[in-house]
C-alpha cells in the first residue's frame, strides 16, 4: 500500500509563523509500513518525530489505512534556536522496506522570541488599585480571563460571583457570563456584578463550539472556565489555579481540585474525594524515554485526567488544539491528552478548590456513562471492560460506599435508603460507560475524511508516494 503522509500543524499550504516552543504534528499511515518519520529545517536534520499516537478519527475516516489506530505524530520545535525569518520545513516518513513520502513548506520565525500571547503573566508587575477588585475592571488591561458558562443558575452564580470578588489575588481579571437563555435572572446576576454576558442559544450550545467562540470574548492571556453550579472554595481559588502557568511556560493547563456539595449523594461524594487528592500533579511526558512512553500508554486513563468544571489554559496554546466537533462532552480530557502528546505539561492544583457535585437519578447515570463511552471510543485506544471485572468491580465499588455511608452523618433511614441504591447506581456507571465503547466512537458512521481534531482531508492535501520496488 501506498504511503501516506499528512501534517495537522503547521499548515504547509501557508506560511505559518511561529516562535517559541512549538509542536509539529500529523499522521502517517499504514503504521505497519513506517519506520521513522523524521524533520528537516533548511536541509538540516532537526530530530525524529515521535510516531504511535492514537488517531481514531484517522482510521474510522477511511478504513482502507489498516486497523492500527497509532498512525499519529510529533516532534516539539525549539523556534528560539532559529535565526528570525524564513526557513523550508520538511516532514519525511520512511517506509519499512525502504519506501518513502515527504511534505514540504514555509515558516517564518518570530523575531520577537517567544509569542507575546505565550509570555508569562509577571503577577509581581501587577498591583490592583486600592479599594478596587479585580472583577469587571472597566478600561483596565487584564490577565485573566473567567468564563462561567450558566443556564437558570442564579442561585449558585451569585454564591460563585460573591467568592470571585473576593480573590486574593494581585491579577487583574475580568468575567464572562455565557448564558444559554436563562430565564431566572442569571444574566442580571452576571451584569449586577459588573460581568460582560454573552447569550448563547439553546440550539448553539455545545461544550467545544462554546468554549472556542468565548475565546474571542477574552482578553487576558490566561483563561478560566467555570462552570455556572461550580463555586469556588475560598480567596486564593484564582490565584491557586494560575500559578502554575505564571511560574512555567511549559504548563499549558491546570485544573482545579473538587468538593462535594453539602448534599451529594455517598458514592457520587466518594469518587470526588478519591479522584480529587490534596496532593499536586504534575503531567509530562518525555517522549524520547521508552519507559515513560511505556508507562503512560499504561496508565493513559490517570494521565489524561482533566476537568473543565474549574480549569485555567493559555489562551492561544488552546487556539492550536483539534476542534473535536464529533464530541458531545469530555473536550477537556482530550484537550489534555493532545496537550501531554506535543509536550506541554498539565498540572493538577489542589490549592485551588471549587464545590461542584451531581445527584444524578439511575437512568440520568446510564446515559451519561454512555455518551462518556462513546467519546472515549472516539479518541482513545481502549476496550470495553469485560463483564466478570465489570461484576467485580461494581461489587468492590459498592462494598466501599458502604462503609463510607455507614461512616456518614446521615440519619439511619437515609443510610438505609443509599445502601439500597448504591449497588444499582455502581453497575450502572460501570455497564454504561461499557455499553458506549461498545457503540463506537460519535461520528464513525458519517465522518468519511471529516473531523475529530483535524479539518477535512482531501487527497490534495496528503502526500502519497509509491514504495520503491
Known amino acids: 500500500m501506498d504511503l501516506l503522509l499528512y501534517c495537522d500543524e503547521p499548515k504547509l499550504k501557508f506560511v505559518s509563523q511561529i516562535s517559541g516552543i512549538c509542536c ?26 515521535f510516531y504511535g499516537f492514537a488517531r ?22 525549539d523556534a528560539t534556536k532559529l535565526a528570525a525569518g524564513m526557513h523550508t520545513l520538511r516532514i519525511a516518513a520512511t ?66 460571583l460573591s467568592a470571585i470578588s473576593r480573590q486574593k489575588t494581585s491579577l487583574r481579571f475580568e468575567v464572562i457570563g455565557c448564558d444559554t437563555e ?32 468565548s475565546l474571542s470574548e477574552a482578553s487576558g492571556k490566561l483563561v478560566v472556565f467555570l462552570v455556572g453550579d461550580a463555586v469556588p472554595a475560598d480567596e486564593h481559588w484564582l490565584d491557586g489555579l494560575v500559578r502554575p502557568l505564571i511560574e512555567d511556560d511549559l504548563v499549558a493547563a491546570v485544573y482545579s481540585r473538587q468538593l462535594p456539595a453539602a448534599n451529594c449523594v455517598p458514592w457520587e461524594a466518594r469518587d470526588i474525594y478519591l479522584g480529587c487528592s490534596v496532593v499536586r500533579e504534575v503531567k509530562q511526558v518525555d517522549w524520547s524515554n521508552p519507559a515513560e512512553v511505556d508507562n503512560y500508554r499504561k496508565h493513559q ?4 485526567s482533566f476537568s473543565d468544571v474549574s480549569s485555567c489554559y493559555r489562551r492561544e496554546v488552546l ?17 489534555c491528552k493532545c496537550l501531554l502528546e506535543r509536550g506541554y505539561r498539565v498540572v493538577f492544583e489542589p490549592t485551588s478548590v471549587v464545590v461542584h457535585s451531581h445527584n444524578h437519578s439511575l437512568r440520568e447515570l446510564y446515559g451519561r456513562q454512555v455518551r462518556f463511552g462513546r467519546c472515549f471510543a472516539t479518541f482513545m485506544d481502549a476496550q470495553a471492560q469485560p463483564m466478570h ?24 433511614l437515609r443510610k438505609c435508603k443509599w445502601a439500597v441504591q448504591a449497588p444499582f447506581m455502581r453497575f450502572a456507571r460501570r455497564y454504561g460507560l461499557r455499553r458506549g465503547f461498545l457503540l463506537g466512537g460519535f461520528g464513525s458512521e458519517t465522518r468519511k475524511g471529516h473531523d475529530l481534531g483535524r479539518a477535512a482531508t482531501t487527497r490534495e492535501d496528503v502526500v502519497q508516494v509509491e514504495r520503491s520496488k
Open 182 to 213: 436563562s430565564d431566572d435572572g442569571t444574566p442580571q446576576v452576571f451584569r449586577r456584578y459588573g460581568a460582560r454576558v454573552v447569550p448563547i442559544r439553546a440550539d448553539d450550545f455545545h461544550h467545544v463550539r462554546t468554549r472556542l467562540k
Open 389 to 412: 471485572k465489570l461484576l467485580f468491580r461494581s461489587i468492590e465499588d459498592t462494598v466501599g460506599d458502604l462503609f463510607f455511608i455507614a461512616g456518614g452523618q446521615a440519619n439511619w
Open 56 to 77: 481514531p478519527d484517522v482510521i474510522q475516516a477511511d478504513p482502507k489505512l489498516g486497523h492500527d489506530i497509532r498512525v499519529g505524530f510529533a516532534f516539539r520545535l
Open 301 to 304: 486513563w490517570k494521565f489524561i
Open 95 to 160: 517506509g519499512k522496506d525502504g519506501g518513502a513520502a515527504a511534505l514540504e513548506g514555509m515558516i517564518e520565525v518570530s523575531a520577537a522570541g517567544p509569542a507575546k500571547e505565550d509570555t508569562p503573566v509577571d503577577v509581581s508587575t501587577y498591583r490592583l488599585p486600592a479599594g478596587r477588585s479585580g472583577l469587571g475592571s472597566v478600561n483596565q488591561p487584564v490577565d485573566v480571563s473567567i468564563v462561567i458558562f450558566a443556564r437558570n443558575q442564579a442561585e449558585v452564580v451569585d454564591r460563585s
Open 24 to 49: 509539529i504534528y500529523g499522521w502517517a499511515a499504514p503504521k505497519s509500513e513506517i519506520s521513522a518519520i523524521d524533520i528537516f529545517i533548511d536541509g538540516n536534520h532537526a530530530g525524529k518525530a
Open 319 to 335: 487556539r492550536t488544539l483539534p476542534i473535536p466537533e464529533a464530541l458531545p462532552e469530555v473536550e477537556d480530557q482530550y484537550w
